[in-house]
């Protein structure tokens, strides 16, 4: 028997002239939260920064702390510098690996790839991806051969953690061959139990063919595409992207134990929105998921 707990939180999205959210004390409060629980070690599953050669004190932040940090990449660490040195901020010789911890495996896929028309995949770099709209999201080859043994070799149950979801049509665009690869897995002692993303800033949880998909919710807000002007007047001089974002008043989080018997606990994290402002109120669209300033509690066993 084996047992594991950890923290994860997503989309904290650092970048102080384009974001009002305060990312060094929300993660400090993640952090201490992290250590009350007794965590293992903290994950975020990317945009935990905009620019990772300037967020060199928050990544330093994360990486001091006395619990662990890894972290996944999100398609906005690459919009202002290169994939080389998003690698190098943080300590990173590629973006997807893999570590074990207390008898569970946890691999970290990188879906920031896109590919042309010629099927050839570049890595996300310097905002290269915003001319690639419908070619975003995709594993590259290499990786899909590198997740298969990494899986299907694993003594130990797998952990899925990427930025976007695996849970759905319309996140990670070849997500049939990771499938395909949770489905031989599944007798297998390397059998994927959960698979946690980010991206989309909302909160929900699912069980598909006995896979537990958690789309964790972003740390900091959510973010609608048409401004709101509902916040004090004087914010809008200071912060550039201040309409298009709808805050979280509570930094977000979730514990997340998980036994060898199949027990996935998943401890969430109350909230409001800042002001009691919400993604209604600002006339926006509605979006997929109902946007809630919380992360909700949930126990399941598969
Ligand atoms: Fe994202």
Redesign the pocket.
């Known amino acids: 028997m084996s047992k594991v707990r950890f923290t994860a939180f997503s989309?904290l999205h650092h970048h102080p002239v384009w974001f009002k959210c305060d990312a060094p004390e929300r993660l400090e409060s993640i952090q201490n939260r992290a250590a009350k629980d007794g965590s293992e070690f903290l994950i975020h599953m990317?945009?935990f920064c905009h620019h990772v050669p300037v967020a060199r004190e928050l990544i330093k932040q994360y990486r001091d702390f006395n619990i662990p940090g890894y972290h996944v990449f999100?398609?906005?660490e690459f919009d202002l510098n290169s994939y080389e040195e998003a690698l190098e901020g943080y300590g990173l010789s590629c973006g997807y690996y893999y570590f074990d911890c207390n008898g569970f495996r946890f691999v970290i896929i990188d879906e920031n790839y896109f590919s042309d028309f010629r099927g050839i995949y570049f890595h996300y770099s310097e905002r290269n991806y915003f001319d690639h709209p419908k070619g975003r999201d995709w594993i590259n080859p290499e990786q899909i051969t590198w997740l298969r043994e990494t899986i299907l070799g694993s003594p130990f149950p797998c952990i899925l953690c990427s930025?976007a979801t695996l849970e759905y049509e319309g996140g990670i665009k070849n997500r049939d061959k990771v499938l395909e690869i949770i489905r031989e897995s599944r007798n297998l002692p390397g059998r994927v139990m959960l698979c946690i993303n980010?991206?989309y800033h909302r909160d929900n949880f699912n069980v598909i063919d006995d896979v537990a998909y958690l789309d964790l919710n972003s740390a900091s807000f959510d973010w609608i595409p048409n401004p709101h002007f509902l916040y004090p007047a004087e914010w809008y001089q200071e912060i550039e992207g201040l309409g298009n974002q709808v805050i979280f008043k509570d930094p977000l989080s979730a514990t997340i134990t998980i036994d060898s018997d199949g027990t996935i606990d998943i401890a969430g994290a109350p909230g409001e929105f800042l002001f009691g402002i919400s993604r209604e109120m600002t006339n926006n669209s509605p979006s997929r998921r109902p946007c809630t300033p919380c992360i909700l509690d949930r126990k399941v066993r598969i």
């Open positions: 989309d990317g945009d999100g398609n906005h930025h980010g991206h």
